[in-house]
């Protein structure tokens, strides 16, 4: 190979270690093999590529080559070296550097498995961020997932189903709040060449209640109730999260007034104390007034009672 590794990398001799990598990156994934099927060309621009990502990512062996480069020597020129299993200019090998001490150096750039055969056979599944030189993870997916306020608050096994036709089985952490990524270790794309499979992350989407609204961990109910009813106080059954439970109603009691129910709300998942329902109580009378109803009224007329004393 005649070209200068900079040239191959398509970068500066002064890019930063991030900006080789990046480069790297992109022509690796162009000139793949399993993106390349029998393309020897492709297959070629590949080797080129890793070699000299090989040799530019190490700071000790990039500086090296620059040492190489500034005498005026290529020691990846086509046909030199090949007694040793390497491509150097003619004559160019580790001895005629050893005596600036860069022969070790050199030795090791062309041990290091850049250029397949034994040496990379023995590293492979560990050189450079394609797993064995070659390998790479797969990509991470994203999807959406809509859950219950109900399946939140309890938390669970929840099954899945992809457009693909694909379940899966997610495990639903109580307390659970909407915008929260669950991760799915393994189940994205396919890595490549034997790379570990990326993630699969789900942005978790908690759907309305008809009538529970969520405040952090807790519950927030509006009941209906008749005039009588906080007139003379009574009891009546509410729902919670987990079932039906009774609520006293005392008398007197006012419209936006909040009662409180004690644990039946959401357990955080910072605190992992469970928080509070509150049934906020709305006082309803009937759209069509009875003359029964006017009757009443009419009595308590004579009871003196200003609701908008406080106000005003």
Partial sequence: MDKDLYEVLGVKKSATESEIRKAFLKLAKKYHPDVNPNDKVAEQKFKEVNLAYEVLKDAKKRQHYDQMKAMGANPFAQGAGRAAGWAGGPGMGPQDFSDLGLGDLFEEIFNSGAFGGRASQRRRGTAGPFGGGFSQKGADREAGISISLVEAANGGEKLIEFNDGRKLSVKIPEGIESGTKIKLSGQGDKGISGGPSGDLILNVEILPHPYFVREKSNIILKLPVSFPEVVLGTEVEVPTL??????????????????????????????????????????????????AYEEAAEKLKSEFFDPRSNLF
């Fill in 242 to 291: 987990r079932g039906k439970v009774h609520l006293k109603i005392p008398k007197g009691v006012s419209s936006g007034q909040r009662l409180k129910l004690a644990g039946k709300g959401i357990r955080s998942t910072k605190t992992g104390q469970k928080g509070d329902q509150f049934v906020e109580i709305q006082i309803k009378i009937p759209k069509e007034i009875s003359k």
